[in-house]
Nanobody, 121 residues
Framework: QVQLVESGGGLVQAGDSLRLSCAAS????????MGWFRQAPGKEREFVAA????????YYAGSVQGRFTISRGHAKNTVNLQMDSLKPEDTAVYCC??????????????WGQGTQVTVSS
């Protein structure tokens, strides 16, 4: 089992930046791919970004490409999501997830509880 805990959500204004962090514990592995997903009220969950833990390969949804950056955190077994130029449509609950699949997969095995990000206009 892999446990995931997110932090860093909050309320910001359009154009602001915010950084989310995800701490992984348990049976972590260098083979893991870490991902971020989000779900806005009344909408389906959507993929945001993914990072291959071993090789550092990244993959982004088109809606966040160029604005969001996923990276390894300085602390062990952490992954960050740096969100710049935030828009009101980025408002959602953001969840961290982990899988043994590749960065382009949508099949994730472990999920965090999520953290709320609200962007006001």
């Amino acid at each position: 089992q892999v446990q995931l805990v997110e932090s860093g959500g909050g309320l910001v204004q359009a154009g602001d930046s915010l950084r989310l962090s995800c701490a992984a514990s348990g049976r972590t592995s260098s083979s893991l791919t870490m991902g971020w997903f989000r779900q806005a009220p009344g909408k389906e969950r959507e993929f945001v970004a993914a990072l291959s833990w071993s090789g550092g390969t990244t993959y982004y949804a088109g809606s966040v490409q160029g604005r969001f950056t996923i990276s390894r955190g300085h602390a062990k077994n952490t992954v960050n999501l740096q969100m710049d130029s935030l828009k009101p449509e980025d408002t959602a609950v953001y969840c961290c997830a982990a899988t043994l699949g590749v960065v382009t997969t949508r099949e994730y095995d472990y999920w965090g509880q999520g953290t709320q990000v609200t962007v006001s206009s």
